[in-house]
């Protein structure tokens, strides 16, 4: 009597499984490597019920980035500047324009805040004080790009554990004097008078790639 199913067949299941394994590997190495923050943070740029332009209020008008952010030397989060804030210019100036409808809509009645977009988040299980890194000389430009020549401000850098242990392995270089961390087109290395000092050192900056430093 001869066989209903070819020889061949029986080498048929340890070859599917074998498949289902080494596509599910590429899958997961795929992800693994693209479903990262340099791949899906990087760039995205969000459309903001109100188009404010960084690049027309740091770079042509001067105003410092703590004008708005004012509390991003004392607390953990940097915040988005209130209603209030920005009516005192927008009160006098352009202040019939549509576009910042929104905002006098806000002024008007606390209970109805810009719903702007955030762009920067990091994951809920890690932790970043702004006020500890800014207060030792890290600049904003170091973790959001020029923001100051941004029309519309995009996720610039991508916020990964690598991305945060190269700067803790190696702070020095990413330092500057206290007085320049909202200079964004500061360079240190042109500064005669800040180029060959070791802050690290003057500072007595310690850090940490202990795990518990960024995840409680």
Not at 27 to 49: D, E, I, N, S
Not at 97 to 112: F, Q
Not at 143 to 162: L, N, P
Request: charged letters at 25%.
């Amino acid at each position: 009597m001869s066989d209903v199913f070819p020889r061949w067949t029986n080498r048929l299941p340890g070859q599917i499984i074998f498949g289902i394994l080494l596509i599910g590997g590429a899958v997961t190495a795929g992800l693994t490597y693209y479903f990262t923050p340099k791949y899906t943070r990087v760039g995205y740029q969000p459309t903001q019920p109100v188009p404010f332009s960084h690049s027309i209020h740091v770079n042509q008008l001067g105003m410092d980035c703590r004008y708005c952010h004012d509390g991003v030397e004392e607390s953990w989060y940097s915040n988005v500047p209130a209603a209030e804030t920005c009516m005192n210019c927008h009160s006098a100036v352009r202040a019939s324009d549509p576009r910042l409808e929104p905002v006098r809509a806000s002024y008007k009645d606390e209970n109805k805040p810009v719903e702007w977009v955030q762009i920067h988040k990091l994951p809920d299980y890690a932790f970043f004080n702004h006020s500890v890194h800014v207060n030792r000389g890290v600049s904003c430009v170091e973790c959001h790009g020029r923001v100051d020549q941004m029309d519309e401000v995009r996720h610039e850098k991508h916020f990964s554990m690598t991305f945060c242990l190269d700067c803790h392995r190696d702070p020095e270089k990413r330092l500057r004097p206290l007085d320049k961390i909202t200079d964004l087109a500061y360079d240190r290395s042109l500064d005669p008078e800040n180029k060959d000092r070791n802050f690290v050192k003057e500072w007595h900056i310690k850090t940490s790639e202990n795990c518990s430093a960024c995840h409680r």
